[in-house]
C-alpha cells in the first residue's frame, strides 16, 4: 500500500542509544497530547522516568524521523509472563505532524512487527475523548469496548507469515540505509 508522509519523513525503528531522542520528542509533545499519551497529566521528571523504564522492557519503538528529527513514535511493549502473546501499543505524534498519515504508517508497522513477534492480543488504551486515536484504530479493524471513561482497542494480530517476515525486513533494511543516507549526507554539509 502507497503511504503519504510529510516531505522528509524516514520510519525505522529506534537503535539501543536513541533513548535520548525518544525522551526529547515525548518532552516537546504539547500538553493536549501528552495528555492523550499518557492519559492523565505528566511532568517533565515523569516522562523523563517513563521513556528510561520503556527502554528496560523490551520495548520495540517505531520512530519517524522528518529531517533527522523525532517528529512521532509507536511503542509494542509485551505486558509479560502473566500475559502470554498480548502486548500495548501507545503513539505519539508531535502537533505539527498530526493529520498527516504518519500515525497510521507507525500503527501499520507496530500491527506487522507484532504479527511477527506472535502477539494475539494488542491492547491499546485511549481516553475516552480521543476520537483520532479511536479513528485510527478502527481503521486496522479494532475492536473497541469502554471502561470506566477510556477505551480499550484490542487488535487481534493474524500469524505472521514468510511474507510478513520479509516485509518487515525489507522495512528495517530501508529504514537504516535512509538513515545512513542522510547521516553521510550531514557529515558532507557540515
Ligand atoms: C492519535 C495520533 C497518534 C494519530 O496520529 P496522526 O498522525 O494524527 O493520524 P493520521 O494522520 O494517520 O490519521 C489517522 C486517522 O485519524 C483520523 N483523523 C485524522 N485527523 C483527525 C482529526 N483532526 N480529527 C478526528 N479524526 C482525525 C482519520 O480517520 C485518520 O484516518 P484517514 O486519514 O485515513 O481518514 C496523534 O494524533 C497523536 O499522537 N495524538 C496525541 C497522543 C495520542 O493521542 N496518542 C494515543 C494514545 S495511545
Redesign the pocket.
Known sequence: MQEVLPEGAVIRKLWIGETDKYREHMLR?DP???R??F?GGMSDESVSKYVDLSATLDAIVHGCFVDGVLR?AAELRPLGLGFPRQAE??????KP???????????RRTLLTARNRGFRLLH????SE????Q??A??FDAELSFDFGSVVGEVEASRATPLSLMRELLTDSHGFATAMLDLQSRMLRA
Open positions: 509533545l493536549q497530547s501528552r492523550s499519551r492519559g512521532a501499543a501507545a503513539l505519539s505524534v508531535e505532524w498530526q493529520s498527516h498519515g504518519v500515525g497510521s504508517a507507525l500503527l491499546m488504551a485511549c481516553l480521543n476520537e483520532r486515536m479513528q485510527l478502527r481503521k
